[in-house]
Nanobody, 121 residues
């Protein structure tokens, strides 16, 4: 059974930083891309970032580019989302997912339960 467990969310002031982690189990971690998405209240789930299975190529949403960094440690079956210069509009539940290298949620077949990130102004 594939499981993804996110951690690292919390409350932070604008301009602050957080690092989210997503630990995976139940499948060969390095065989799949990993993605992060977020969903704010009343809004649709949106793409944040994705990283290829091997090689580390990444792609970011314009809204987080140059502020967020996504990287993975295949030896630890974990992907990390380093979030700097956080803004109130970054407030959302953040989800990690495993699947194909894509910005589309439908390309990911397993999802974590989500972790809340709240940025105060």
């Amino acid at each position: 059974q594939v499981q993804l467990v996110e951690s690292g969310g919390g409350l932070v002031q604008a301009g602050g930083s957080l690092r989210l982690s997503c630990a995976a189990s139940g499948r060969t971690f390095s065989s799949y891309a990993m993605g992060w998405f977020r969903q704010a209240p009343g809004k649709e789930r949106e793409f944040v970032a994705t990283i290829e299975r091997i090689g580390g190529s990444t792609y970011y949403a314009d809204s987080v580019k140059d502020r967020f960094t996504l990287f993975r440690d295949n030896a630890k079956n974990t992907v990390y989302l380093q979030m700097n210069s956080l803004k109130p509009e970054d407030t959302a539940v953040y989800y990690c997912a495993t699947g194909r290298y894509s910005i589309r949620p439908a390309q990911y077949d397993y999802w974590g339960q989500g972790t809340q990130v709240t940025v105060s102004s």
